[in-house]
């Protein structure tokens, strides 16, 4: 069966849905060029060279559309196929009527998601690694995603995760002769020389690596940062000023902002998830018991209360506090300020509404980190830069990540605890047990990098990609 679809000549629209100057057609597999004949009436340009032509129904002989045409000949392609990219005028009709042919030809049919891309992968053009980068650069939104996705997508991580394991082939090479030659002392100890010190670098290679993980899978899937504080201390002007639209409702009424409501940002390169949530009239109390909300929250149609509401409100701010990676704690000169609470998570505490106390702000600013107006504007961007500063700092974010994914951290979590296990073995003189070690490090390298073990994740993977990718 999957022999049967490696033979297909797929195609698909490369570029969006709707009308655009241009539109990309790509074709890919063995009857690419016999397509790309049939669809100009000429022989083939030559490869990856840019010419005009115009493309014609071959049935009827009917003009469609001029076109940019390019041919990319197999192995060297993208997909490791022979290939073909038509670039045509990107209306509707000639992207439809274009799609038309193609579909009517024999032994073509539209790629599904992701499929360019999966025979590349399966061609031995690019590894897992390489793949997930790609999916994650042609999704990136904010600079930093994109430079992360990037350096994934041309190797960078193979290239670093295929030299630690040679480096560890080589080390197992030696070890291997260690024990072979266990009788003959001065061979034994020269095979083993030196060997302790590589095992530390790479030890400290990958811990390195795994420190950047975390700070990699946020970059990919984004930062949640709460704005949190008393009622009316203007956290969903604020929501709505670093927005720059009106999402919230704001108003001079206590206890406005009821839900919880986010918006998505992109802040210094960051994507940010910045969450409004109900104004605080106490710190909820931790022991205040849930139960009675998920009665009254839950499946039931009761109707609920000023009161009930407003609890709930404070309840849901609650939970999403603590799922905050960052909070900014917001109060205001003319609110009743409740004192910052202690949070587990890390704060920045901002106090709003300088336009009110211009005349005395320096008073303010020995007690808050930031001092801003949502109405004006004043202090935004300090803002932003210390909401920045704050992630970059505690996610390790001075480089982009090799590793942005759950399933690449576990991998390599795996190979860092078998080489560390490896050290201590080698330490303690047991060889064959550091070999084995080192033996099962190359493993999870290798799952990292998709050599081994991949079956069950592809399907997965390349259904992140959109159709024509
Ligand atoms: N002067 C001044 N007023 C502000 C500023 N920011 C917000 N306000 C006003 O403060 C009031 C409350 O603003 P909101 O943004 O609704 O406050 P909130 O913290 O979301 O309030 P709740 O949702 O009720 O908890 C409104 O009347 C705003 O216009 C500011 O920087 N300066
Ligand atoms: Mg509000």
């Not at 799609?99 to 360019?116: D, K, S």
């Not at 899937?221 to 999402?247: C, M, Q």
């Not at 009675?292 to 209360?305: C, F, I, M, V, W």
Request: hydrophobic share 40%; proline share 3%; aromatic share 4%.
């Amino acid at each position: 069966m999957q022999q049967d679809r490696e033979r297909d000549t797929i195609f698909a629209l490369s570029t969006g849905q709707g009308a655009a100057a241009i539109a990309v057609i790509r074709i890919s597999g063995p009857r690419a060029g016999d397509v790309l004949r049939s669809l100009t009436g000429r022989n083939l340009p030559e490869a990856r060279k840019a010419v005009v032509r115009s493309i014609r129904d071959p049935e009827t002989g009917e003009v469609v559309d001029e076109a940019l045409v390019l041919w990319f000949p197999g192995p060297g392609s993208f997909t490791g196929e022979d290939s073909a990219e038509i670039h045509v005028h990107g209306s509707p009709a000639v992207v439809r009527r274009v799609l038309g042919i193609l579909q009517g030809m024999p032994g073509l049919r539209l790629a599904e998601a992701g499929e360019f891309t999966r025979r590349a992968f399966e061609n031995g053009r690019l590894s897992l690694h390489e793949v997930e980068g790609l999916a994650d650069l042609v999704k990136a939104e904010t600079e930093l995603q994109r430079r992360q996705a990037l350096l994934a997508a041309r190797g960078k991580g193979r290239e670093t995760f295929e030299g630690w394991r040679e480096d560890l082939i080589h080390i197992l090479s030696r070890l291997e002769a260690a024990i072979d030659f266990c009788e003959e002392e001065d061979i034994a100890e020269q095979a083993l020389e030196g060997i302790d010190a590589k095992l530390e670098t790479l030890y400290a290679a990958l811990k390195k690596a795994l420190a950047e993980a975390e700070g990699g899978q946020r970059v990919r899937e984004g930062f949640t940062v709460v704005i949190a504080g008393p009622r009316n201390a203007g956290k969903s002007s604020l929501l709505n000023a670093l927005a720059r639209r009106d999402v919230a409702i704001v108003s001079r009424l206590a206890g406005t902002t009821r839900d919880v409501i986010e918006v998505q940002l992109d802040i210094g390169g960051l994507p940010v998830t910045l969450v409004d949530t109900a104004g605080l009239s106490a710190w909820p109390d931790r022991d205040d018991d849930g139960d009675r909300n998920a009665e009254n929250e839950g499946g039931t149609d009761e109707p609920l209360s000023h009161e009930d509401i407003e609890r709930i409100g404070q309840e849901r701010a609650r939970e999403v506090l603590e799922r905050a990676d960052l909070v900014l704690w917001l109060s205001a000169p003319d609110v009743e300020g409740i004192d910052v609470p202690h949070m587990d998570s890390e704060t920045i505490r901002v106090l709003n509404k300088a336009d009110l106390i211009d005349s005395d702000a320096e008073r303010y600013r020995q007690d808050w980190d930031v001092v801003i107006s949502a109405k004006t504007g004043t202090g935004l961007r300090a803002l932003e830069e210390r909401i920045g500063a704050c992630l970059r700092d505690r996610f390790v974010l001075e480089a982009p990540s090799l590793i942005t994914r759950a399933r690449q951290k576990q991998a390599l979590e795996e190979a860092l605890a078998r080489l560390d296990q490896a050290r201590e073995d080698l330490k303690a003189g047991l060889l064959e047990l550091a070999a084995e070690n080192v033996r099962l490090t190359v493993r999870a390298l290798e799952r990292l990098i998709g050599r081994i073990d991949v079956e069950d994740l592809l399907d997965s993977i390349f259904s992140e990609f959109c159709i024509g990718k």
